[in-house]
T-cell receptor, first 114, second 112 residues
Framework: DTEVTQTPKHLVMGMTNKKSLKCEQH?????MYWYKQKAKKPPELMFVYSYEKLSINESVPSRFSPECPNSSLLNLHLHALQPEDSALYLC?????????????FGSGTQLSVL | EDQVTQSPEALRLQEGESSSLNCSYT??????LFWYRQDPGKGPEFLFTLYSAGEEKEKERLKATLTKKESFLHITAPKPEDSATYLCAVDAGGTSYGKLTFGQGTILTVHP
């Protein structure tokens, strides 16, 4: 299994809602990532987990809360989002958090905040 | 600050018309340069990693090369299925391992 699976594929939420994005991989990778991608823009790193511990937080607002319950699962909890947070949220994994590790990306969750 | 600039922003080719995409970078210490392909509504798909100037890698109709300041992705005799956005990214190392800086991408359209 060489896939990173993200659910849901699409999500529409109001600014007062609480929702979660889920990411799963069964490749034995110990680094997992959240990226945000706006339309026609490159992916921007949000968070990195290494061995289930938060390693990098790119100064992301607290309305985004990541969680890594185990080595295969990564969640992104969303609360009180703004319309400008609408984007494609991509999860990725790699064998380790190290230089020159290629990333395996999921297909993403297309989020719309109304 | 690390910078990655890709050109052109968009490229339209006829099937079989070979061309090249450019990725220029300014980083303090390049650890690796990556090429990814992204289809609409999908996540990026890894193509190549290049580590040092002079290195070349090939995969089917694609060939990536690296110099000290830029990388080229050569597409030979493209087919419509090669249509996608091609992203270049650099790993500049430092203390933030695994942090990639992406370029804006080149949108490639190949017409039959």
């Amino acid at each position: 299994d060489t896939e990173v699976t993200q659910t849901p594929k699409h999500l529409v939420m109001g600014m007062t809602n609480k929702k979660s994005l889920k990411c799963e991989q069964h490749m034995g990778h110990r680094a997992m990532y959240w990226y945000k991608q706006k339309a026609k823009k490159p992916p921007e790193l949000m968070f990195v987990y290494s061995y289930e511990k938060l390693s990098i937080n790119e100064s992301v607002p607290s309305r985004f809360s990541p969680e890594c319950p185990n080595s295969s699962l990564l969640n992104l909890h969303l609360h009180a989002l703004q319309p400008e947070d609408s984007a494609l949220y991509l999860c990725a994994s790699s064998p380790r958090q190290a230089t020159n590790e290629k990333l395996f990306f999921g297909s993403g969750t297309q989020l719309s905040v109304l | 600050e690390d910078q990655v600039t890709q050109s052109p922003e968009a490229l339209r080719l006829q099937e079989g018309e070979s061309s090249s995409l450019n990725c220029s970078y300014t980083v303090s210490g390049l650890r690796g340069l990556f090429w990814y392909r992204q289809d609409p509504g999908k996540g990026p798909e890894f193509l190549f990693t290049l580590y040092s100037a002079g290195e070349e890698k090939e995969k089917e109709r694609l060939k990536a090369t690296l110099t000290k300041k830029e990388s080229f992705l050569h597409i030979t005799a493209p087919k419509p299925e090669d249509s996608a956005t091609y992203l270049c990214a650099v790993d500049a190392g430092g203390t933030s391992y695994g942090k990639l800086t992406f370029g804006q991408g080149t949108i490639l359209t190949v017409h039959p």
